[in-house]
């Protein structure tokens, strides 16, 4: 006999359904935090494969942007760059993290159903901290990084300022 009840059963489901969990320990501590109770992480995996799912891979979907929030943003940033005094110019900047694939793991997903993780294309990462100037494309501010951190983005910023004094 089981420890959890139907309802908790169906919550465990949910859980699972709602989420990427790639390793049952993340189940038993949700099972444990939620509601209470123990169990060892071969029990989890026998209660997940009761509940119908199996470990396997997820699907790597591309991932979309949202049209109608960049409409909106368009719209503001148009409205913004009317109003810019002639000595200022707007810079658009972030950290990233360019990788040529995202790689597809194991996760318990329902028997039968696929469980989707959109990806980046990239094989190898690298840190930079990059700004980029709308009005002229081509003025590129950048800082190839090991990290980005506070220091790694204050050297970026020292760098904005010397291209923009």
Same mark, same amino acid.
């Given at each position: 006999?089981?420890?959890?009840?139907?309802?908790?059963?169906?919550?465990?489901?949910?859980?699972?359904? #709602?989420?990427?969990?790639?390793?049952?320990?993340?189940?038993?501590?949700?099972?444990?935090?939620?509601?209470?109770?123990?169990?060892?992480?071969?029990?989890?995996? #026998?209660?997940?494969?009761?509940?119908?799912?199996?470990?396997?891979?997820?699907?790597?979907?591309?991932?979309?942007?949202?049209?109608?929030?960049?409409?909106?943003?368009?719209?503001?940033?148009?409205?913004?760059?009317?109003?810019?005094?002639?000595?200022?110019?707007?810079?658009?900047?972030?950290?990233?993290?360019?990788?040529?694939?995202?790689?597809?793991?194991?996760?318990?997903?329902?028997?039968?159903?696929?469980?989707?993780?959109?990806?980046?294309?990239?094989?190898?990462?690298?840190?930079?901290?990059?700004?980029?100037?709308?009005?002229?494309?081509?003025?590129?501010?950048?800082?190839?990084?090991?990290?980005?951190?506070?220091?790694?983005?204050?050297?970026?910023?020292?760098?904005?300022?010397?291209?923009?004094?």
């Amino acid at each position: 006999m089981g420890k959890l009840t139907e309802a908790q059963l169906q919550a465990v489901k949910s859980y699972v359904e #709602a989420n990427i969990c790639h390793s049952s320990l993340q189940v038993l501590s949700y099972i444990n935090i939620t509601f209470g109770l123990v169990y060892k992480s071969d029990s989890v995996i #026998a209660l997940l494969h009761r509940l119908g799912f199996v470990y396997k891979k997820t699907k790597l979907v591309a991932s979309k942007a949202n049209l109608e929030k960049q409409e909106v943003f368009i719209k503001e940033f148009r409205e913004i760059e009317r109003n810019l005094p002639d000595n200022e110019i707007i810079l658009f900047g972030d950290g990233l993290h360019p990788r040529h694939n995202t790689e597809s793991t194991y996760a318990w997903i329902e028997k039968g159903k696929e469980k989707e993780v959109l990806s980046n294309t990239g094989r190898v990462r690298i840190n930079i901290n990059g700004a980029i100037n709308p009005a002229n494309p081509t003025e590129i501010v950048y800082h190839e990084c090991d990290t980005i951190d506070a220091v790694s983005t204050i050297v970026w910023l020292k760098c904005i300022e010397a291209a923009y004094p």
